[in-house]
């Protein structure tokens, strides 16, 4: 019985940390930002860019900017994929796009620096860039040849239609909203001014919040305060409000739907505030973080005014459908990491993972293939790993793998490109990966970024000349 309320403990401790502010501030514009660019941003405006006849120095970095923008997962990002490969976009950018989107989106990238720091999001983002145009670029050059003749016979992208100036200046908006809130500058944390809130009790109620959800810093389990606690009041209330006020938009404005943004607004400038326990009630600090989160909210609205209602009713329906289709995920990912952390003993990570080796790499890319989680929960999952004493190599390997890679979207994408397509691009992740944790683990452990490059460089220019020979043995054996 005792083990069982030590699980539930642990769940609950994996979810108060979830739903602390500073991830509120990560998560709720960020769902907003995927929203807005599935609603206002026309989609040929993305794809055009993705063509045959786009130079490589347009059509890479574009295809990776497109899947920057979308919150999916290794299953869900193959529609995507499969539309715009079958519209006529090259082999090497539509793999890009097929690799980066769930490695490096703007959600998982936020939710890395907010849960693991900004240190592990950079790497993330830098790896996964140059590793996903790495491995579209090889694809591409191992199969020029049938690509030739499947682009000779599909259609071009056309010109398309434009990204809008009211819906950049929006989209900035939004992505300053994000930046405010998560970015970690002391200037942020100026207090402009604070206030002490009577409120007897408070004393108590944090210490039976502290039974029921204890601290453990031995495995990264940060507790439930009052903040929070009120804070997952405000998101209960937001799901009851908007389940009709945002869910039924696309139908037009109700009621309900005026009532789900103000509690929305409300949550993040409560996020925002510096909230601190004192002996007579709360200690509550305006700080120039708490300024600014509230200035961009209060922004948006003659902002979101200049659409029209109909742009509007899809922006909040995309969005939306967006926390329907993650966040539950999310919440219930969340709490079984937190369950299974408490059986999980630090001495097994650090015997298979501890160290920087080329096995415990490997072991952290097979686990994420086998493994498989929905979009952003391998972020807690991870950061479960550090707590317990994996080392930072494998645990980016597992980053880059996971999302990537799973049992089902290695069968959609066979059927989607054939093959032999489809277990290169498999191989590759699974190498680059490994390459990736290897080379970010031996730059934490103090290695030079100059003395790494010339052996990642070596490694690619052999891979590629390999591979390049393996494509021509298979199409002379087809001959």
């Not at 690509?147 to 990204?163: C, H, K, T």
């Not at 009630?281 to 902002?303: D, E, K, M, N, Y």
């Amino acid at each position: 019985m005792n083990i069982v309320v030590e699980a539930l403990q642990g769940g609950l401790a994996g979810l108060a940390s979830y739903l602390a502010a500073h991830v509120l501030l990560c998560l709720v514009p960020a769902f907003f930002i995927a929203g807005a660019l599935s609603a206002l941003v026309p989609q040929q405006s993305i794809i055009r860019f993705l063509g045959p006849d786009a130079s490589k120095w347009v059509s890479y970095p574009a295809a990776a900017g497109a899947g920057s923008l979308l919150a999916v997962c290794s299953c869900t990002i193959q529609p995507l994929f499969a539309g715009i490969y079958k519209k006529g976009a090259g082999l090497g950018p539509a793999i890009t796009f097929l690799f980066f989107a769930p490695a490096a989106n703007i959600l998982a990238l936020s939710y890395t620096g907010v849960a693991l720091g900004a240190d592990f999001a950079i790497a993330r983002v830098v790896l996964a860039l140059s590793f996903g145009i790495g491995i579209g670029m090889i694809m591409a050059i191992l199969f020029r040849r049938s690509e030739a003749a499947r682009l000779a016979q599909s259609e071009a992208f056309g010109g398309g239609e434009g990204i809008s100036r009211q819906t950049l200046l929006f989209l900035a908006t939004l992505v300053a909203l994000l930046i405010a809130g998560t970015l970690k500058l002391d200037f942020l944390k100026i207090v402009l001014l604070d206030v002490e809130l009577p409120l007897p009790g408070i004393g108590a109620l944090q210490a039976m919040l502290d039974r029921l959800v204890p601290v453990d810093e031995a495995t990264g389990a940060e507790g439930l305060s009052v903040q929070g606690l009120v804070l997952i009041g405000l998101l209960l209330a937001i799901g009851a409000a908007a389940w009709r006020g945002l869910g039924l938009v696309d139908n037009g404005f109700n009621r309900l739907t005026p009532l789900a943004l103000g509690l929305i607004l409300l949550t993040l400038i409560v996020a925002a505030l510096g909230v601190k326990n004192s002996e007579n009630g709360l200690f509550l600090a305006l700080t120039v973080r708490s300024a600014v989160v509230a200035a961009l909210c209060l922004a948006l609205i003659p902002l979101a005014r200049r659409f029209d209602a109909w742009d509007v009713q899809q922006w909040l329906w995309e969005t939306w459908r967006f926390v329907k289709q993650i966040f539950p995920l999310l919440v219930v990912g969340v709490f079984l990491v937190g369950v299974i952390r408490v059986f999980i003993r630090p001495e097994w990570i650090q015997a298979v993972a501890g160290s920087n080796t080329v096995l415990a790499n490997l072991t952290g890319v097979v686990f994420g293939v086998f493994m498989y989680f929905p979009t952003l929960v391998e972020v807690p999952v991870a950061k479960m790993f550090l707590s317990l004493g994996m080392h930072p190599g494998p645990l980016i390997a597992y980053l880059m793998a996971d999302p990537e890679l799973s049992l089902q979207s290695i069968l959609i994408t066979t059927a989607i490109i054939g093959k032999l397509r489809a277990w290169t691009y498999v191989g590759l992740v699974a190498v680059f990966s490994t390459l990736a944790g290897l080379t970010y683990g031996a730059w934490v452990d103090g290695a030079s970024l100059w003395m790494l490059a010339l052996p990642v460089g070596g490694f690619v220019a052999l891979l590629v000349i390999l591979l390049h020979r393996f494509e021509r043995a298979a199409l002379a054996r087809a001959a």
